[in-house]
């Protein structure tokens, strides 16, 4: 009767963690209520790790003999997992967000495979239906694992140039049939005696170098996509592992995020004009681009006081932040700037694209930071139409979300991808570190254009010094 009693209200507990967690998702979707989602989430994961951790170790242990119930050494794990996560939110800079959230994506597809593994090792899953969920969810959390490792490590520059041999394409193909034909074969096996460790361990092996081989090619211009890709993989196999422990936290987290994983990939996807299998199997961001002719003109600089001095007169300004702005962590400066553009009676909008950065809404919760008001942010579908009417647009660190050749060079690579109209402003302002290339490794005709001037240096120093010339303004005004 206890028994009973106790899985009620684990089930119970596990659907109000569920619900939580969906709650909490929900919110995230609009910047203003996203704080709190966050927070909502937290604590429906927080749930859902205590009443897991009570059910183990309390009345039902007994029911799960085959787990290795060791309570010091688990609250040794939580204890660890949960300072060093603690610790690495905190301090971690913008800058490192992507990789901090690649890195952890990782550990949670590790988990799921985790969790196959102590059911295959184990042999805690009968029938084939549960055994091929199980299976399927360790080859996607094995894939998810060792991908967004490496990853991580492309997004820390631990590996800086991707893999480029010939016939990789199809090493990765036929490694793929091999893990499945193992999986198949370990699942064929069950049904009539007892499981191989070593095919057991061979098949993560497979899984987990499949995931690596797919990512080693993938260029950086392409992590946001990858990153987001990953995430959906490892949502699916917490799904699926979910289904196989029969928790409904987990099965409900887990498909919902692997279904908001997929949808916000197809949207980076669509937003680069580019197909996912185009992604994982082409070589675009790191392969040297070919030349399609000079491009016309020549790059004026000009100084960040002259800059600032012209945008405190202008009517209306548009600004692109880009990774460059995250990199300087220059994004206080521009605030600061900004407010003192709206003092003298000038229009302030910012411009996002939707891959700018490294981290799909890396831009947002860049500038969210630093305070800017959400109803100053613009997606590109909502304000490219504005940029012909505008009287400057301001574009820092950005590259390859601004250029041209998007639209009017077919040669181009990055051809018929969205971007951002900042060339039809009536002046451009560039602020850049020096006149290298972007991702994908092919020149900006908009920096070589009539309305155009390139601002050379670090995003907070040049900053600080148009702040200073519109201070300076100001001053001279009151005197």
């Not at 991707?162 to 793929?176: E, G, Q, T, W």
């Not at 945008?311 to 407010?339: D, N, T």
């Not at 229009?347 to 809404?361: D, E, N």
């Not at 041209?404 to 040669?411: I, V, Y």
Request: charged fraction near 10%; hydrophobic fraction near 55%; include cysteine.
């Amino acid at each position: 009767m206890i028994d009973q009693i106790s899985q009620l209200v684990v089930g119970a507990v596990d659907l109000i963690a569920a619900f939580l967690l969906l709650y909490g998702l929900h919110r995230m979707a609009s910047p203003v209520t996203a704080p709190s989602g966050i927070f909502v989430a937290g604590i429906g994961m927080a749930v859902a790790i205590l009443v897991t951790f009570l059910d183990i170790f309390g009345v039902n242990a007994a029911a799960r003999p085959f787990l290795p119930v060791n309570i010091g050494l688990a609250v040794i794990a939580l204890t660890i997992g949960g300072g060093v996560s603690w610790w690495g939110g905190r301090k971690v800079a913008m800058t490192a967000m992507p990789q901090m959230v690649a890195i952890y994506n990782g550990m949670g597809g590790g988990a799921a495979g985790s969790i196959a593994a102590v059911e295959l090792f184990g042999h805690h899953t009968s029938g084939l239906v549960p055994l091929s969920v199980t299976l399927l969810g360790a080859l996607i959390g094995a894939v998810s694992f060792a991908g967004s490792i490496i990853a991580w490590a492309k997004l820390q520059s631990i590996l800086n140039k991707p893999l480029r041999v010939p016939y990789l394409r199809f090493f990765n193909l036929a490694l793929f049939v091999t893990t499945v034909a193992v999986g198949c074969v370990i699942a064929f096996l069950s049904l009539s005696s007892a499981l191989s460790p070593e095919l057991i361990f061979g098949f993560f092996v497979l899984a987990m170098l499949f995931g690596i081989m797919m990512t080693l090619p993938i260029g950086g211009a392409d992590m946001p996509v990858v990153i987001s890709i990953y995430n959906a993989f490892t949502g699916l196999a917490v799904g699926l592992e979910g289904f196989v422990l029969q928790n409904p936290a987990l099965m409900i987290a887990g498909m919902v995020v692997g279904a908001a994983g997929l949808m916000l990939t197809m949207l980076m996807a669509r937003a680069m004009n580019r197909s996912i299998s185009n992604v994982l199997f082409s070589n675009f961001g790191d392969a040297p681009a070919k030349a399609h002719g000079a491009i016309k003109g020549e790059m004026k600089p000009t100084e960040p006081a002259d800059a600032g001095t012209f945008m405190r007169y202008a009517k209306s300004v548009i600004i692109v932040p880009g990774y460059g702005l995250a990199a300087a962590q220059g994004q206080q400066k521009l605030y600061e700037f900004v407010k003192l553009l709206q003092g003298a009676g000038v229009s302030v909008k910012f411009a996002i694209h939707p891959v700018a950065g490294r981290m799909p809404g890396q831009m947002d919760v860049l500038l969210a930071e630093a305070g800017v008001p959400y109803n100053m942010i613009f997606q590109l579908d909502d304000i490219n139409a504005e940029f012909a009417d505008t009287d400057v647009a301001l574009v820092i660190g950005a590259n390859d979300v601004v250029n041209p050749a998007a639209r009017n060079d077919k040669s181009s690579p990055i051809y018929g991808m969205p971007i951002l109209n900042a060339d039809q402003a009536k002046q451009v302002y560039v602020i850049k570190r020096g006149q290298g290339k972007g991702y994908a490794g092919i020149q900006n005709a908009l920096f070589y254009g009539d309305n155009c001037n390139m601002v050379y240096g670090d995003a907070t120093s040049v900053l600080a010094t148009m702040i200073e010339a519109v201070r300076g303004l100001g001053t001279k005004a009151a005197a």
